[in-house]
């Protein structure tokens, strides 16, 4: 079945420092691929999305390109703050099956002043 | 624009209990999903809705766990007979396409 798979963490960085989670994903087909933060205590945000293959989606700083020939989907931003510190999921819309998301684990980020 | 709208956003409940979880979708979104994530784990699919239709329950415990979304009202997800291993975070999310929008959950606490 579809999958995604995301590198574990936690991941520990100082301010300013350069961000990469990466994300893979097994999929029939070619899903819609979102990125969702998770501050302490809150429910999900949505981060950004990408519907198709070399789609670029960024908000926020945040940028992660869609690579069909390496079913990735990385989160990378150039500088992080200690506001960033929180936990990032990446995950695929499965729509053969009704329309839901498929989540990785997720990532803890926590970053230092 | 109000958000997705969840209620309690805390819940004790005693083994054997009722446990009542409800979810108001944003406003013009027809579409409800609900997922659990459980301790140190990401989310899982449990029930997707439509108005008065329940469209895929795949990810529901085939006992104890129902969930509705009337035409009037918000969607329920009921868990009846508490067990210790429901304590989770359970989160709706609308839609009315492809992007799904969270709320900021119930979390439920079995004692």
């Known amino acids: 079945g579809d999958s995604v798979t995301q590198m574990e963490g936690p991941v520990t960085l100082s301010e300013e420092a350069f961000l990469t989670i990466n994300c893979t994903y097994t999929?029939?087909?070619?899903?819609?691929l979102f990125w969702y933060v998770q501050y302490p205590g809150e429910g999900l945000q949505l981060l950004l999305k990408?519907?198709?293959?070399?789609d670029k989606g960024s908000n926020k700083g945040f940028e992660a390109t869609y690579r069909k020939e390496t079913t990735s989907f990385h989160l990378e931003k150039g500088s992080v703050q200690v506001s960033d510190s929180a936990v990032y999921f990446c995950?695929?819309?499965?729509?053969?099956?009704?329309?839901?998301?498929?989540f990785g684990a997720g990532t803890i980020l926590r970053v230092k002043s | 624009n109000a958000g997705v709208m969840q209620n309690p956003r805390h819940l004790v409940r005693r083994r054997g209990q009722e446990a009542r979880l409800r979810c108001s979708p944003m406003?013009?979104?027809?579409?409800v999903y609900w997922y659990r994530q459980l301790p140190e784990e990401g989310l899982k699919f449990m029930v997707y809705?439509?108005?008065?239709?329940?469209?895929?329950e795949s990810g529901m415990p085939k006992e104890r766990f129902s969930a509705e979304f009337p035409k009037e009202g918000p969607s329920i997800l009921r868990i009846q007979q508490v067990v210790r291993g429901d304590s989770a975070a359970y989160f709706c999310?609308?839609?009315?396409?492809?992007?799904?929008?969270f709320g900021p959950g119930t979390r439920l606490l079995v004692l």
């Open positions: 995950a695929l819309l499965q729509m053969e099956y009704g329309n839901k998301l498929v």
């Open positions: 999929a029939t087909g070619y899903p819609s």
């Open positions: 809705l439509q108005k008065e239709n329940i469209i895929d």
């Open positions: 999310a609308s839609s009315n396409g492809e992007t799904q929008y």
């Open positions: 990408a519907t198709k293959a070399d």
């Open positions: 406003k013009g979104h027809s579409h």
